[in-house]
Every structure is written in C-alpha cells, then in structure tokens.
C-alpha cells in the first residue's frame, strides 16, 4: 500500500509523516486489499484540516476532520474513517450470502470408493418434447455425441446417442 502525504500551507516534517503513515496503515490492516491512501493537510488562519482517502479494492473512504492543531486533525479524520470500514465491513457480512441463486452443496465422495472412479461434471438438460425421428434429426444437426428428450408418444425421457460403429442408439425407461 501507498500512503501519500502532502501538506497546503502547513510544513509537514519527516516525524509528522512517520506519525500518520502509522496510523493509516494501522486503520489499512483492518480492510483487505487497500490500493492506497492519501491525506492532505491544509492550515487556515485558526485552525488545521486532514483529509483522508483510503482507496481499496472495491470501495473508496474518506473522511476530514478539522481541530486548533494538525495531530488531532489526522486523530480525528483517522477514528471516522476507521469507522467508516468498520460498518462498511460489517455490512458486508451481514448481507454476504443474501444475493445471488441458492447453490446445492457439493461434497466428496466419502467411504472406500473415495479416490477411485471418473470425476462426475453435473449438468442439468431440458428435455424438450420431439418424436424419435425429430431427434434423429436434431441429432444429426449437431455435433454432440447424445441428446436427451421427452418421447412426444410416450411422455418418457429418452436418450439418443451415437454408436461407435457410426449407427445411432435410443435408450428408454421400461415401466
């Protein structure tokens, strides 16, 4: 992570900015993956102002305080900013889980078997309602080695498949 530190108006010595790099990368070890933080500070007649940024991955925190002298300015910009992620974390983890379509678990195969046997992709089908000879054709029009449909006579799931020998087979459920 990059802090950048500059000052407006305000000299800024080696030891300040030693000061608020540790504070800010205190508040950094808090949020995941921060691409850099920027703090600016700027001195007006009666009083001083820190401005922080902290850019993280998918979020950008900022925050400004403004005290009599610059330490408590950067205290104060510090302690909202930390709160900021605070709450943006806790939101996070509140909602996590909340979006998105319920997935079905996947275990491991358990018991002796478990190491042998082919790996098993799952795939869901539409088994769409055709005639065995609209599926000839259908098949015929593709490049896949089967295709899975609902026998239009029977109502039944069907499967038909190239044959090795370049001939084509149907599988149906028997009753």
Avoid: W
């Amino acid at each position: 992570m990059q802090v950048i530190i500059s000052g407006r108006g305000v000299l800024l010595t080696p030891g300040f900015k030693a000061l608020v790099e540790r504070k800010v990368t205190k508040l950094a070890r808090v949020l995941p993956k921060v691409l850099d933080a920027r703090v600016v500070c700027a001195a007006e007649k009666f009083r001083r102002t820190a401005r922080l940024t902290l850019r993280a991955q998918r979020r950008t925190f900022s925050s400004e305080a403004t005290a009599g002298d610059l330490v408590t300015a950067v205290d104060d910009a510090v302690e909202a900013l930390g709160r900021q992620v605070r709450e943006d974390k806790d939101r996070r983890r509140q909602h996590k889980g909340r979006a998105g379509r319920p997935r079905t678990p996947s275990r491991p195969p358990t018991g002796a078997d478990a190491g042998a046997g082919p790996d098993l992709v799952p795939r869901r089908l539409v088994a769409k309602p055709m005639s065995v000879e609209e599926a000839v054709m259908q098949l015929g029009l593709r490049d896949g080695q089967f295709l899975v449909f609902r026998n239009a006579e029977t109502s039944d799931v069907n499967v038909l498949y190239r044959r090795r020998n370049g001939g084509l087979g149907l599988i149906e459920p028997v009753a």
